[in-house]
């Protein structure tokens, strides 16, 4: 037992004295170092060297562990941030085309003169006999005054008319359906023709039926609504020529067109209630002479 006290005190003092041995030898007087010192201090030397390498190393990892840390929370907060600004930006571009749109519709009632009413498409049906598309009128509408064969406009052109109504729901009978019809001028040069739906069932068709071979019609032209009837209001878009087949005989051309409105993104539409009103007509001219007893 008491060896084992000597020798825990011996590794003490041993521990101490040559950290002290060691410090004593490096601030000593260059001019009084003796030969120990000049022993200890070779020996201290590599050891120093070794234990400064030893600690900027381990400083240098820890403080890249510490950097990386940082970084990864930076870029996991940043992430977030970019996420939700993101998701911000969508919100606010699909708000945008949203007020886009509505203010398209606003522009379209007020410059058709007529009584309306707006609705909201939900819902399509196309099939081999029928292009339907279903509509819900909006709160502040009512379907007390929409009636079957009522005209359907959107900002972009004609839509079709209304065929059933049950409540709120509207059936809307597209202007493709091969059971519609519009009567229409082409905008450049005001020959007559009338639209029909061609039914197809791979794509959106019309047919411009009772065009005067005489007639000019160029694929391209836009055909818009005549008025006649008083059915649809004056100038709304109906379609563009796609093809003219002339013909060599005959009384008529034959013309398709594609619809003015693109059915896959229609959203929002106007059910037009009540006649369009009657057009002024020009006033009389007047001379400036009296005429002639």
Known sequence: MNFKRYRDLAIVLLALAVPFWFLRASMRDPGKVTGADKVIVRIATPLQYAAATLARGLSNIWGDYIYLVDVKEDNARIASQNARLRERVRKLEALEEENRRLRRLLDLRTSVRTDVVSAVVTGKNTNEFFRIARVTLDRNSSSGDIQP??????????????????????????????????????????????????????????????VQRTDEVEVGDLLVTSGVGKRYPKGIPVGKVTQVVKRDFGIYQQVYATPAVDFSRLEEVLIVTSAPPEEAPPPAATGSSTPRR
């Open 149 to 210: 064969n009522l005209p359907v406009i959107s900002p972009d052109g004609v839509v079709g008319t209304t065929l059933k109504i049950s409540g709120d729901t509207i059936d809307v009978r597209l202007v493709v359906d091969a059971g519609s019809g519009v009567d229409v001028v082409v905008q450049r040069t005001g020959a007559r023709g009338f639209v029909r739906g061609t039914g197809d069932e791979s794509k959106y068709l019309c047919s411009v039926e009772y």
